[in-house]
């Protein structure tokens, strides 16, 4: 019978209800001529691009191929060759939010602001006493918008010249009476998310104050992190609140905000302690459009894929656990998606032919019932063997493990040295024979996923090996409760591809 390995991360509040969670690998449906209607693919590994100033990074834009950097204190910019240059100071530590209005970079630090002409390449402070401050900020047809920090109001600088503000160019966002915690700019109208409400507004040509509300256009959902916002599949996504709770990801469907969290992503999301330094990025690859999102208290992070509307976690492994994934912001640079790091200078390119985070270890995981739902009649089953459909014969050659392992040693020392060094395994301080006799680990649990028995370890191929078969064979009985739960996981840095499981199981009469 086949097992059902494919779908999606979904652990609710009893693991015995449901535990079927993935790290690091997310579906793709195969819509026609497939082996199977979907398969399971690793996510993309980190490939390290540059480390620029001291980092965190804060924050990226792309102007007509230039990457501006916020890493802590510092904005670069990095050309295409990859030719980085300071372009000055900046305030703050935490996420910053930039923007463009084709001759100046807006950089909102909150509260302070910061202007870089790209035809003159001055770089300046926001000195005009009118200015209030600024938490996130967009641009719309000629002003760049942005909101107040602590207040319900949206304010507009003068066209095209960030650095001069009107005293009387704002309004408030009064439809509630909630203070006004970020903006979005998309589809030319701006969008103002309250903590308990969403208005839109659009440009008027009003000379007094450009901005007006669309009619109609407000939603009784607000949003609990300012930087959960983002823009992706031609709509808007964000992390929820209103008056009767927090914790919801809502995409915008027209006006209205409509929810693409699942109950257990929402279960996860309320057990942690802080949910408004949640922040989010979006990016695409393959056809597959992400929205991130993060939650840094947490340390954790979940992504949902638009294209099939399934969620998985991504993570960073560290002394063995699973940690929030090391990228805290995304731009695109030289047609490739890339991600700063949350924790030291490093820009790191998103590659799916990469299956390591720049030198360490990226496990990925699977779990996910034995039995078929409805299919468990609460009898004991005897598990004769399992057998996984994936790709095999995909262990590193010896030249591109020494490559490979050489290139994490390097890495290794440069984060050793570097003024925040990144703990976790290193591959070239780990084992010999990683990735050249790649293994998968299963386990399983009796219990719902309460307990779990020890790892077994079965080769998924030496390069070249592409008939070898995954197989765990004598598997034993189901105890008491009569219900399994199996996990397969790996660290080798290979291509991971799992089409589907197949499980010999006969029942009992006990």
């Not at 924050?59 to 030719?83: F, V």
């Not at 939603?219 to 599949?233: F, H, M």
């Not at 719902?448 to 070249?464: D, F, K, M, N, V």
């Amino acid at each position: 019978m086949k097992t059902p390995i494919l779908g999606s991360s979904y652990v609710v509040r009893s693991p015995n209800a449901a535990d079927a969670r993935m790290v690091n690998l997310y579906p793709e449906v195969i819509p026609e001529g497939g082996k199977e209607p979907a398969y399971l693919q690793r996510c993309p590994g980190l490939e390290l691009l540059a480390s620029i100033g001291t980092g965190p990074i804060r924050g990226m834009w792309n102007h007509t191929g230039t990457i501006y950097i916020a890493s802590g204190t510092e904005l670069y910019k990095m050309t295409p060759d990859l030719s980085i240059t300071k372009l000055g100071d900046i305030t703050g530590t935490g996420p910053v939010s930039m923007t463009d209005n084709g001759f100046q970079l807006f950089v909102a630090c909150n509260p302070d602001g910061f202007i870089y002409n790209f035809t003159t390449n001055v770089f300046q402070k926001i000195t005009d006493p009118d200015f209030p401050g600024a938490v996130t900020v967009g641009y719309l047809d000629g002003y760049f918008v942005f909101n107040e920090p602590n207040s319900q109001r949206i304010w507009v600088t003068q066209l095209l010249d960030g650095l001069s503000v009107d005293p009387l160019d704002f309004a408030s966002a009064e439809g509630s009476p909630d203070g006004l915690v970020s903006i979005i700019v998309d589809h030319r109208e701006a969008w103002l998310f309250g903590t308990n409400s969403v208005e839109v507004w659009y440009n008027s040509g009003n000379p007094d104050f450009p901005l007006e509300r669309i009619q109609g256009a407000y939603n009784e959902i607000g949003c609990v992190a300012p930087y959960s916002v983002a823009k992706l599949d031609n709509s808007v996504f964000w992390l929820g609140s209103d008056a009767r709770g927090q914790g919801i990801v809502y995409r915008a469907q027209g006006y209205q905000g409509v929810r693409v969290s699942t109950h257990a992503v929402e279960f996860a999301i309320q057990q942690y302690d802080n949910m408004s330094d949640a922040l989010a990025y979006t990016y695409q690859q393959d056809g597959h459009a992400f929205y991130v999102l993060i939650f840094p208290s947490a340390q954790t992070t979940w992504v949902y894929d638009a294209a099939t509307g399934s969620w998985h976690e991504r993570a960073s492994l560290v002394n063995g656990e699973f940690r929030r994934h090391r990228s805290n912001c995304q731009a695109v640079f030289n047609g490739v998606p890339i991600v700063g790091d949350f924790e030291n200078a490093n820009i790191y390119q998103f590659q799916l032919d990469v299956y390591w985070d720049a030198g360490e270890v990226q496990k990925f995981l699977r779990r996910w019932r034995a039995l078929p739902t409805g299919q468990n009649n609460l009898t004991r089953t005897i598990h004769h063997q399992l057998q996984l459909d994936c790709q095999t014969g995909v262990g590193l050659s010896t030249e591109d493990f020494v490559l490979a392992t050489s290139t994490a040693l390097e890495l290794w020392t440069e984060q050793a040295i570097s003024p925040n060094p990144t703990p976790g395994p290193i591959y070239a301080t780990v084992g010999e024979n990683i990735g050249l006799n790649p293994q998968v680990m299963l386990r399983w649990s009796d219990d719902g996923g309460h307990t779990w028995s020890a790892e077994y370890w079965r080769p998924l191929g030496q390069i070249g090996q592409t008939q070898t078969r995954v197989i765990w064979r004598r598997l034993g009985a189901t105890m008491k409760s009569r219900d399994r739960v199996y996990e397969v996981s790996g660290t080798d840095p290979v291509i991971i591809a799992i089409m589907g499981a197949e499980l010999e199981v006969s029942p009992t009469t006990a």
